[in-house]
C-alpha cells in the first residue's frame, strides 16, 4: 500500500501544476485568437508521381482526396481565406481517375467562387480542367454543359475583359452547348441550353452552326414547350417556308417508323434508320424510292425538291 506521504505529494505536484497552466492559460488563449492561417503549404508531388505513390489503388485515393479537396474548401470559406491549391489537387484527382465524374463538374465552383478577386490563372486552369473532363468522358451531356455554361456564359461575363478574347470564349462554349443538347436530348436543361447556344452563335455571325444546332435538338426533343421555342428561332434564320418544309418531313420520319416500332424513343429512331424493304429494293431498280433509303439522310435526299 503507498504510504499516505506519497499521496500528499502527488496532490501537490498536480496542484502546482494547475496553478502553471492557469498562469499561462489566459495569455496563450489570447495569442491563439490573434493568430491566423494566412496561406497553405502543398504537401503532394506531381501529380504523375502520386499516381505512383497509390500502389494501384488509384481510384481509392483520388476518393479520399476529392473528399479532403471538399471539406478544405468548405473550412477555408468559413475562415474566410482562400483555398490556393484546389487546382492542383483537382489535378492530381484527374490523373488518378480520369473518368471520375465530380470533380469536373464542380471544379469552375471550386476553383472561381472562393474568398477575395478570382485571378486570370483560375479561369484558365478550370477551362483547362473542364476540357479535360470532356476528352476522358465524351459522352456525358453534364460535362459538355457544365464547360459550355462557364466558357460562354460565367467567363466572359464575370472574368474576361478583352471584347475578342470574350466573343471567342462565347463562341466555343456555345459549340460545347450544342453538343451537350446533342448527347442529352430532354435530359435535365440540355435541350434549353441549345437555345442559348444558337443565339451565340446567330449573335458572332454562324448562322449555319446555329441552324445545325436548331435541328439537331429538334430532332431528339419531346418538350413541345422547347420544339416551339426552337421553330420560333429556325423560322427567324431559315424562314417560314423551309420552317414548314422541315415541320413536314420530320412529321412524315416520324409516322413512317411509329408505324413499325412504337416503342422506341425518337432518339433511337433517328439511329435505327428509315424501314427498309429488302424484297422491293432487291436488284437495284428502286434505288431511288425512298422505301429503298438505308439512312434518313439518303430518305431525305430521296424527296421532292418541296419536302426538302
Known amino acids: 500500500m503507498p504510504a499516505l506521504s506519497d499521496y500528499v505529494r502527488t496532490a501537490i505536484v498536480v496542484g502546482v501544476s494547475a496553478l502553471c497552466i492557469g498562469s499561462v492559460r489566459a495569455r496563450v488563449a489570447e495569442q491563439h485568437a490573434h493568430v491566423k492561417e494566412t496561406s497553405d503549404v502543398y504537401l ?3 501529380p504523375k508521381e502520386v499516381v505512383e505513390l497509390s500502389f494501384g489503388y488509384r481510384a481509392a485515393l483520388a476518393d479520399v482526396l476529392w473528399a479532403h479537396a471538399l471539406v478544405a474548401q468548405g473550412l477555408r470559406t468559413a475562415e474566410r481565406r482562400r483555398f490556393e491549391h484546389i487546382a492542383d489537387l483537382i489535378d ?3 490523373e488518378l481517375d480520369p473518368e471520375f465524374r465530380d470533380p469536373y463538374l464542380m471544379s469552375d465552383a471550386l476553383i472561381t467562387i472562393q474568398i477575395g478577386e478570382s485571378r486570370r490563372e483560375d479561369v484558365d486552369r478550370t477551362r483547362a480542367i473542364l476540357e479535360r473532363g470532356m476528352r476522358n468522358r465524351p459522352l ?3 460535362i459538355w454543359r ?3 455554361q462557364f ?3 460565367i467567363a466572359p461575363g464575370t472574368y474576361l475583359t478583352d471584347p475578342e478574347e470574350r466573343a471567342a470564349w462565347k463562341v466555343d462554349g456555345a459549340r460545347m452547348l450544342a453538343r451537350a443538347a446533342e448527347l442529352g436530348g430532354d435530359a435535365g436543361h440540355m435541350g434549353w441550353a441549345a437555345i442559348a447556344g444558337a443565339g451565340i452563335l446567330t449573335r458572332q455571325g454562324e448562322r449555319d452552326a446555329a441552324i445545325r444546332l436548331i435541328q439537331r435538338t429538334l430532332a431528339v426533343t419531346d418538350d413541345e414547350e422547347l420544339r416551339e421555342r426552337l421553330q420560333q428561332q429556325l423560322a427567324s434564320l431559315v424562314g417560314e417556308v423551309k420552317l414548314e418544309a422541315y415541320r413536314r418531313r420530320q412529321t412524315e420520319m416520324l409516322e413512317l417508323t411509329l408505324r413499325d416500332v412504337p ?3 425518337k432518339s433511337t429512331l433517328f439511329v435505327l ?3 427498309f424493304d429488302p424484297a422491293y429494293c432487291a ?3 428502286h434505288a431511288d424510292d425512298r422505301r429503298c433509303a438505308l439512312t434518313w439522310k439518303a430518305w431525305a435526299e430521296t424527296g421532292s425538291e418541296e419536302q426538302r
Open 44 to 46: 503532394l508531388p506531381p
Open 92 to 94: 492530381t484527382i484527374n
Open 140 to 142: 456525358d451531356p453534364e
Open 146 to 148: 457544365t464547360a459550355g
Open 151 to 153: 466558357i460562354a456564359f
Open 263 to 265: 416503342f422506341v424513343s
Open 273 to 275: 434508320g428509315p424501314p
Open 283 to 285: 436488284g437495284g431498280a
